[in-house]
């Protein structure tokens, strides 16, 4: 499994991630962990909702770019937070995604709440191969 860390000093309104994935499935996954950990404490989440997510984009940079809207745009629309994630990316162009995921709705006499994310933006946005795996910077306004 990838890992993540905040930033501290790259965006003072808003939330800096580098995540870093053994491929892209991973970096993928990991990307969705950190963001449903940024909204809400995971283990507040009741599973009751399973789905599966598929998305395409002209790049990577996109498509994962598309990716956290996606997450972000669930919380909003359907107060839905997914804490399991399996993704699998395809990398020729287009890219795209085929995601199964499984959460649950946030509840307000149950789920802690944290950061209220609102978008990804393009701030210090990448998406790059590395020697061990793959690596994203993100940031997310708050």
């Given at each position: 499994?990838?890992?993540?860390?905040?930033?501290?000093?790259?965006?003072?309104?808003?939330?800096?991630?580098?995540?870093?994935?053994?491929?892209?499935?991973?970096?993928?996954?990991?990307?969705?962990r950190?963001?449903?950990?940024?909204m809400?404490?995971?283990?507040?989440i009741?599973?009751?909702?399973?789905r599966?997510?598929?998305?395409a984009?002209?790049?990577l940079?996109?498509?994962l770019?598309?990716?956290i809207?996606?997450?972000?745009?669930?919380?909003?629309?359907?107060?839905?937070?997914?804490?399991?994630?399996?993704?699998e990316?395809?990398?020729?162009?287009?890219?795209?995604?085929?995601?199964?995921?499984?959460?649950?709705?946030?509840?307000?006499?149950?789920?802690l709440?944290?950061a209220?994310?609102?978008?990804?933006?393009?701030?210090?946005?990448?998406?790059?191969?590395?020697?061990?795996?793959?690596?994203?910077?993100?940031?997310?306004?708050?």
């Open positions: 499994m990838g890992r993540y860390v905040v930033l501290e000093n790259v965006a003072v309104a808003d939330c800096a991630l580098e995540i870093e994935g053994r491929d892209l499935n991973d970096l993928f996954e990991t990307v969705a950190a963001v449903s950990e940024l809400v404490d995971p283990a507040t009741v599973t009751t909702v399973r599966e997510i598929t998305l984009a002209p790049g940079d996109l498509l770019f598309d990716w809207a996606e997450l972000i745009f669930l919380k909003d629309s359907e107060q839905l937070i997914l804490t399991e994630t399996s993704v990316v395809a990398a020729e162009t287009p890219c795209h995604l085929v995601a199964r995921v499984a959460g649950g709705r946030i509840d307000r006499e149950r789920t709440l944290r209220d994310a609102k978008a990804p933006t393009f701030h210090r946005f990448s998406v790059e191969r590395k020697e061990s795996g793959w690596r994203a910077c993100v940031v997310i306004d708050i």
